[in-house]
């Protein structure tokens, strides 16, 4: 097997194979390139090196897959995934509740209260960023959602119903922001369609024509953990 460059610092598996286009398939941080017998390789250069946003797009999302804890460990220098940053735990000595200071988060009082008043925190960081994403796209999807609350779901990010209600996880505020904005244009795209066919996709893909790796990203989250 031969390794060719995607860009300096990214090499690429090349396979040859019988299919009769040029692959690119990127797992576990591994970048795979599949192309025919006789295609020649200044063709899958070029292939590849167009392609090199969409690779390294994938391999970041994959590394922060990974390094998503399983299990949020509570814990004096634990972090945190918010919004795309990593926010260091600290423990004050402070009986206040959560304080952000820079990349760290202050939390003070008793240590069985921590969990609980982490997710305060997360759930007032989640009032207070999410109407912003809802204003700047609801405009863009077309549609005037009747207000949003923000709470708990087991399994899922985000809902909506027919009044135009609409309902966001606050453990959303953990993902990167692209994510969070892939799942507001869902839930409005839900607005103009109540269901997952092409016609709500194309709305989703007007606004957002990359969504489909900020999908993945959520899909990789294997459940929700808190
Ligand atoms: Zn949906």
Same mark, same amino acid.
């Given at each position: 097997m031969a390794l060719i460059a995607v860009a300096p610092d990214v090499m690429a598996e090349l396979k040859r194979t019988r299919r009769r286009s040029i692959g690119i398939k990127v797992h576990r941080g591994e970048v795979t390139v599949s192309a025919p017998m006789r295609a020649p390789l200044v063709e899958i250069q070029a292939f590849v090196a167009r392609k090199a946003r969409w690779i390294r797009k994938h391999l970041e999302l994959q590394r922060q897959a990974a390094a998503r %804890?399983?299990?949020?460990?509570?814990?004096?220098?634990a972090s945190l995934p918010f919004l795309g940053e990593s926010l260091r735990l600290e423990m004050s000595t402070?009986?206040?509740?959560v304080v952000r200071d820079g990349d760290r988060l202050l939390i003070g009082g008793e240590a069985d209260l921590y969990k609980a008043k982490l997710a305060r925190w997360l759930v007032g960081q989640a009032q207070a960023y999410l109407p912003g994403r809802v204003a700047e796209f609801a405009p863009r999807v077309g549609v005037k959602p009747q207000g949003f609350s923000v709470r708990f779901y087991k399994s899922r990010w985000g809902s909506c119903n027919r009044r135009g209600e609409l309902q966001f996880n606050?453990?959303?505020?953990?993902? %990167?922001p692209a994510v969070v904005d892939y799942v507001v244009i869902h839930e409005l795209a839900h607005l103009r369609h109540?269901?997952?066919s092409p016609a709500f996709w194309q709305v989703v893909r007007e606004v957002m024509p990359d969504y489909a790796i900020h999908r993945a990203w959520l899909k990789q989250q294997t459940s929700l953990v808190w």
């Open positions: %804890p399983t299990e949020l460990k509570l814990e004096p220098g402070q009986p206040y509740g606050w453990l959303l505020m953990m993902a %990167p109540f269901d997952h």
